[in-house]
């Protein structure tokens, strides 16, 4: 399985050098992590987690390490309506103070960039920052881990509950060659604490870059965590993501992911239902076109008794677009009164389109209910010839019918500004949409 | 009856050691029939194939596509991706083959010994074939015995009868047909059977021709050591019609016994093969030791347009199973069918279920698969739906439910969706829950005992299947579960 040189990519990943800490178990791992990347390589179809996402054509290109210019950005394009609390922004993967908004934090709340965290207290970041990934698919996340040199690191003290959301900014801006870059979020919320937050990803203009962000979420007992990602990447960019949700006992967790942009996107969601009673619910949404293609690759263990999980998630891919979606679900030896639901439903809307799903269900517990349901198909006949009964033109009938089955997502974000604004944001992709 | 103070837990104490006195009863079919064989000495190489096609007076032709799989087995690595735990196997500790000698020439010469073996699992192979309008072309382990009703099958035109005959008899149509549905190379243990198949039936049924009756098989391990390798195959012609039955028991074994076989189901315009199959080998006892190892491809074509295939399967037996029957859509508006029940106990490993590949315009198909998982077993679903590009309008429901019995087996889905056709539906539905105590406490409360009010609703769980059965392997198939699963509730 050794490759005999290594593909460009690869090649071009390890031309940077390693971002020094000065802290050895640091310095330790990301060296580690960086040989365990290089040997391996980038996996291939016949690892199962890579079964439907082709990496060839990443292979063959190379993109310059990282990004020494401040690009000029424009701060009113970062701005999401009701989200108005501490930001801090990194601008193709550099930390910006001068867009940031990191000064009088709430009560309870500690936010920085990873690099000053690591210079004032490392220690915390050892349990997040020192893994080692072993399996397979994870090439990606033994880059990450290796290269990662800023990020963010947000902690919510124990009983605190800031009102404003926390904005995490993530935007890719034109540059003179195509960059990779790497960004690695560290989360913690104490006993009974309460965070929303939002992870936003955006471009500045069109370009074609590579990133990679690894986040972790240490929900302590009774924490809750309201979390959104929108991202809205650029046209040719690539970006994979890994994020870890660790739910002590009764900690709540509720994900809403968005995904519109990018040309090859991945998401890694890894839950951990660690604590009796915790509770996770995801909502997602892919709208693809062109020739993007997204895979989400979702695994939610119940590892405690009486935890619960609940999936929503939908799919829209249109013209050449190739959606994957993995939904696996584990009950865990022991996790009695387990209930677990997940739905996937898929609008294929072009010939040319794909969509490939597979919900799993691994179950060692009997005192569970575990439920999984997946359809891929078009939108209702009964439905359109309604509305078209009504008088509305078909190209409309069928926009208003897509928009609604994917802000079934949406519909229990609570936070109304914001939704407006998504759901506005996510009609302008579907077909008949504005954009 | 339930305790006065309601306490559950004591009733679910008492109710696992009934559990474990009920789930500890012997296998029923267990026993050895003392028949001399004529067998190869253990052992896998080119020559040990050239024997066994010599031994089975087979064309050159034969022989050479065996050793082309044979050779192209040699370069392929064993498959891991299943969710079995899999000893190694020593193919060179197998025999790959073995024939009771003294071949009786009709049913009135076979061993009397052989009749009441038949006659112990209740196979109807003679009075009970006529009566029941069957015709059972037995294979006890690798070399047919007897076969019924040949005449009246053969003033139809059909054609019934074992492998090895009909590569003797009948070599155009076993050239045209053998490995067009799985090639010899498709997996490892295809490749395998491909090289060293000992016999197994061919069934084909000309133009037109509604089979007269329903054709069974019983299939049968017996000598020791000897791994059995069947290959069928089963050609319906243009409109023809086919019913076929294959059931399976063996005799307690305490080494773990190799079976690898190939089915292949060729359906042509407007033809229909209707499959169904009860498998109850030797699960090994109940630490796991022994029991047979079942490594099957089975494969149906739906090669003319309007053609359907379905599969019916229960699935009781062997120590790990792992097979999944499959249809290949390719005529327009063709069906493919997959109805299974997967019991494992004990030990048990079974990764089984189906593969639905649309091509064809129109085409449909449909899936229920029951899996009960109870003592330490492992019962996975594994499915794959593909709508190509050219399927247009095609149409797929699947339905997947897991029953546990038990806190130390599992029960797992894994299901493949790939569409890239835009005017398909795809739908696939799973859950996984335990029996109701509901349920159980509204039939004891009936005066309804806890191994009758489980076997009851375990019975209603596999109903959807059971009726897609013919009648006389839907009794055998409800005996078969209630053996296995009587009183299993904790």
New interface residues.
Partial sequence: MSQPSPSPFVASQLAAALPQSGVAWLDAARRENLDAFVAAGLPDARTEAWKYTALRALAQRSYAAGDAQARAVDPAALALPGVAGPRLVFVNGVYRADLSRADALPAGVSLQPLARALRTEAEPLRFALARRYREDGDAFARLNAALAADGAVLRVAPGAAPAQPVHLVFVGAPAEGDVAWHVRNVVELGEGAALTLVEHHLASGAQAHFATLAADFVLRDGARLRQLTVQDAAEGATLVRHTGLQLGARAAARLHVLELGGSLVRHDLRALLAGDGARLDTRGVFALRGRQHADTQMAIRHQARGTASDSVWRGVADQRARGVFRGAIVVAPGADGSDAALSNKNLLLSAQAEIDTKPELEIYADEVKAAHGATVGQLDERALFYLRSRGIPQAQARAMLTVAFCEAVLADLDLPALREHLAALLAARLPGGAA | MIPDNGDSTATALRGNAEVAEALGRRYAAGFVTDIETDSLPPGLSEDVIRQLSARKGEPAWMTEWRLAAYRHWLTMPAPH?AKLDIGPIDFQAISYYASPKNRPKSLEEVDPKLLETYDKLGVPLHERARLAGVAVDAVFDSVSVGTTFRKELADAGVIFCSMSEAIREYPELVRQYLGSVVPPGDNYFAALNSAVFSDGSFVFIPRGVRCPMELSTYFRINAGHTGQFERTLIVAEEGAYVSYLEGCTAPMRDENQLHAAVVELVALEKAQIKYSTVQNWYPGDEEGRGGIYNFVTKRGDCRGDDSKISWTQVETGSAITWKYPSCVLRGDRSVGEFYSVALTHHRQQADTGTKMIHLGKGTKSKIVSKGISAGRSSNSYRGLVK?E?GAEGARNYTQCD?L???????????????????????????????ISDDQLFYCRSRGIGEEDAVSMIVDGFCKQVFRELPMEFAVEAKKLLEISLEGAV?
């Fill in positions: 991706w709508v590009k897991s546990l019995i038990g806190k130390q087996c599992g029960a797992h889905t894994f299901p493949y969706m790939e569409v890239k056709n835009p005017s398909a539906i795809v739908e696939h539905e799973a859950t996984t829950s335990k904790g």
